[in-house]
Each structure stands twice: as structure tokens, then as C-alpha cells.
């Protein structure tokens, strides 16, 4: 499985940024995708992670302002980023897990000025 993620950049205090994540390979019905983010410094941490079925789950940090979501036909998931703080600023990370399987794309960096 290969992670192409893309969608980081630099924004202000309060904007909005949109992260997509594309898996191609052998892809599983029944698989975990989710993104991850490591601030210098500080260890990877989840954001967010949503299941083949759509349940998903959020860090508290981001929870009401992030929305994670996915498209199978697509393989593709996405991280809606609102209201987005300077403690935002980190690579952000794509995951796929399916059984044993564990996979991650090279990261994407978001940074927040303030």
C-alpha cells in the first residue's frame, strides 16, 4: 500500500486547511485510515482515525474542529481542518492499517502563524 498525501501548507490563526490522503495498492474492506502529526519536539500523536465504515474518532485537541472523512470508491481520505491554532503546527501523517498491516505516507506540514 502507498499513502500520497498532500494539502499542507501555511495559514493564519483561525483558517481552514484541507488534507487528502490516497492509498493505492491492496486495499482491504475492512481497513483503518487515519492521520497522525508530530510537532518538533514532541512525539507522533493521533489526530483522527475513521474506519472502512465511516465510525471515526478524534483526539480531543481537534475535536470540533477537524473532521475526518473518506471516499472508498476513491481510496481516498480526507482531514477538513477549521479553526485551525498556532499548537496545530506539525507534519501530519496518513495511516492506513489493515490486520497486521501498518502503513504510512510521508508527511505534510501544516503551519499555523499566529
Known amino acids: 500500500v502507498q499513502l500520497q498525501a498532500s494539502g499542507g501548507g501555511l495559514v493564519q490563526a483561525g483558517g481552514s486547511l484541507r488534507l487528502s490522503c490516497a492509498a493505492s495498492?491492496?486495499?482491504?474492506?475492512?481497513?483503518?485510515m487515519g492521520w497522525y502529526r508530530q510537532a518538533p519536539g514532541e512525539q507522533r500523536e493521533l489526530v483522527a482515525y475513521?474506519?472502512?465504515?465511516?465510525?471515526?474518532n478524534y483526539a480531543d485537541a481537534v475535536k470540533g474542529r477537524f473532521t475526518i472523512s473518506r471516499n472508498n470508491a476513491k481510496n481516498t481520505v480526507y482531514l477538513q481542518m477549521n479553526s485551525l491554532k498556532p499548537g496545530d503546527t506539525a507534519v501530519y501523517y496518513c495511516?492506513?492499517?489493515?490486520?497486521?498491516?501498518?502503513?504510512w505516507g510521508k508527511g505534510t506540514l501544516v503551519t499555523v502563524s499566529s
Open positions: 495511516n492506513y492499517k489493515q490486520g497486521l498491516m501498518n502503513y
Open positions: 495498492g491492496i486495499i482491504f474492506s475492512n481497513d483503518v
Open positions: 475513521i474506519t472502512y465504515g465511516g465510525s471515526s
